[in-house]
């Protein structure tokens, strides 16, 4: 089974909108931690913002905000005032409490394209 | 630029050929992963060094497949008679030592695509 599932494989947003991807996951270690990365067409993978499955309160970083639901074992990134430089692929990931240290999985990736 | 550092960025090479990739980490990472992203997939671990010890191995990476750190500073990542299945991008990251077991973050690089004719 796939431990992380983006089902949006392109968005569109207009500038200064706000965006939302989605992301589930699947685990059974109670200890884990949630990551969204951004990847531009350069190839670089840009890390945006942290969840830890023990966090109460949403993870936010700038115009970033991760909406966690715990029970339904949602992770989904909210930009919010959505800029052209924010164009890239978006990439959700997974890391166990139990595995490997820095062992991510990743999900396939969002095409975010934000028009102006 | 202090980021994480991969030459080349690009090789392309002819089956059977060996490639050899480097990656220079962040100078104050002791941890060092190699992942594989393909078209499109997200990255995939491969390999995993504290310091100058390989202590992480993916099935994911054969025989043909062989990752050194000699000296716990720069990593380089060979690949032997090489195939068509292994064109894909090859990320490098290192990670602050201070990182607990959920919440590390790694650092990528750029990348070396690789193509196999």
């Known amino acids: 089974a796939q431990k992380i599932t983006q089902t949006q494989p392109g968005m569109f947003v207009q500038e200064k909108e706000a965006v939302t991807l989605d992301c589930t996951y699947d685990?059974?270690?109670?200890?884990?931690?949630l990551f969204w990365y951004k990847q531009p067409s350069s190839g670089e993978m840009i890390f945006l913002i942290y969840?830890?499955?023990?966090?109460?309160q949403n993870a936010t970083e700038g115009r970033y905000s991760l909406n966690f639901q715990k029970a339904r074992k949602s992770a989904n990134l909210v930009i919010s005032a959505s800029q052209l430089g924010d164009s890239a692929m978006y990439f959700c990931?997974?890391?166990?409490?139990?595995?490997?240290?820095?062992?991510?999985?990743f999900g396939r990736g969002t095409q975010l394209t934000v028009w102006p | 630029d202090t980021g994480v550092s991969q030459n080349p960025r690009h090789k392309i090479t002819k089956r059977g050929q060996n490639v050899t990739f480097r990656c220079d980490p962040i100078?104050?990472?002791?941890?060092l992963y190699w992942y594989r992203q393909t078209l499109g997939q997200g990255p995939e671990f491969l390999t995993y060094?504290?310091?100058?010890?390989?202590?992480?191995k993916s099935r994911l990476l054969s025989d043909r497949f062989s990752a050194e750190r000699p000296k716990g500073s720069f990593s380089t990542l060979e690949i032997q008679r090489t195939e068509q299945g292994d064109s894909a991008m090859y990320l490098c990251?290192?990670?602050?030592?201070?990182?607990?077991?959920?919440?590390?973050?790694?650092?990528f690089g750029s990348g070396t695509q690789l193509s196999v004719l």
């Open positions: 990251a290192s990670s602050d030592p201070g990182q607990g077991a959920t919440n590390e973050k790694l650092f």
């Open positions: 685990t059974s270690d109670p200890s884990y931690g």
């Open positions: 969840q830890g499955s023990y966090d109460q």
């Open positions: 990931a997974m890391i166990e409490g139990g595995s490997t240290l820095g062992r991510l999985y």
């Open positions: 100078s104050e990472h002791n941890r």
């Open positions: 060094f504290q310091n100058e010890a390989q202590l992480e």
